[in-house]
């Protein structure tokens, strides 16, 4: 899918325009147009103040939301660009993914929202739940770090994370329709312990035989695309191995599928993309 209308969420916390700005190089792909998007969650507005909602509270956030939005949409003008705004009130969940079916956007970019661990255990982030229903991309921009580091070219080297699955085979496909955004595809498949245990040693070497070969034929797919592209096999701990590959060959981002599981097993159990999405550094592209 073309990324020619992305939605922009922000609670000015963590995403601020030089975070947009590290993502134009969408623009060498067709993007177009941005729309921000800012929700004032009422319940915790509530809570910060400790009687109830306020209406004098929600006018003072949306003003302080809207000359925010002003400011920026003048800088997307300048670019040559359309934009929209949206300052409302309500579940975050709820009006982005109705947002973002209004403006048919593309991409929906959001940050991480961290979370204690009750409440890894006893509920989903919004990004988790947003990760789970969307399905459209959804790129989690962690731009700058608590380390200083900044995440200003996220495009340039992504790596590609497949199980052969069919959200990461729409993965690949998303990769080839951004590749003028992009310089470098690193394509990595990790083979997870629990795979290889109990497995002879005949058996072992053929699976890592057969992971090189579907790997050579995805980077052959790239590069029949124009698209430079190198494989690694890996073979340990699912999610550790993943972020080491991204250090190693200095990757700019993790793109892989959203496995989708159910609420109950994503709760309880995790995914290999949720947890990368929580515990990660680089900016993670999901696609469903």
Not at 93 to 104: H, R, V, W
Not at 136 to 159: A, C, E, T
Not at 214 to 237: M, N, P, Q, S, V
């Amino acid at each position: 899918m073309e990324v020619k209308k992305l939605l922009f969420v922000t609670d000015f916390e963590e995403l601020w325009f030089d975070a947009l700005e590290s993502l134009m190089e969408l623009r060498k792909a067709g993007l177009n147009h941005v729309v921000f998007l800012h929700v004032i969650n009422r319940e915790q507005v509530s809570m910060h103040r400790g009687a109830g909602y306020l209406k004098e509270e929600d006018a003072r956030l949306r003003q302080m939301a809207d000359v925010r939005f002003i400011d920026w949409a003048e800088s997307v003008f300048e670019k040559g660009m359309e934009c929209g705004a949206y300052v409302v009130v309500g579940s975050p969940l709820t009006k982005i993914l109705s947002t973002a079916e209004t403006e048919k956007v593309n991409l929906i970019v959001t940050e991480a929202h961290k979370r204690t661990k009750l409440e890894k255990l006893f509920a989903s982030s919004t990004t988790m739940e947003l990760l789970r229903r969307s399905k459209i991309p959804v790129l989690v921009h962690k731009y700058m770090l608590p380390s200083g580091r900044v995440n200003d070219k996220p495009f340039d080297i992504p790596l590609l994370v497949t199980d052969w699955s069919p959200p990461c085979e729409r993965a690949l496909e998303q990769i080839i329709d951004i590749k003028k955004a992009v310089k470098k595809v690193v394509v990595v498949h990790v083979v997870s312990d629990d795979i290889l245990k109990g497995q002879s040693k005949n058996d072992r070497m053929e699976i890592q035989k057969e992971s090189k070969k579907r790997l050579e034929d995805i980077c052959i797919t790239f590069e029949d695309e124009g698209i430079e592209a190198d494989f690694h096999l890996y073979i340990g701990k699912v999610v550790s191995q993943i972020e080491t590959a991204a250090h190693e060959h200095n990757a700019t981002m993790i793109v892989m599928g959203a496995t989708g599981k159910g609420a109950w097993r994503a709760r309880w159990l995790g995914s290999v993309s949720q947890e990368i999405t929580e515990t990660s550094e680089f900016p993670t592209l999901l696609i469903p």
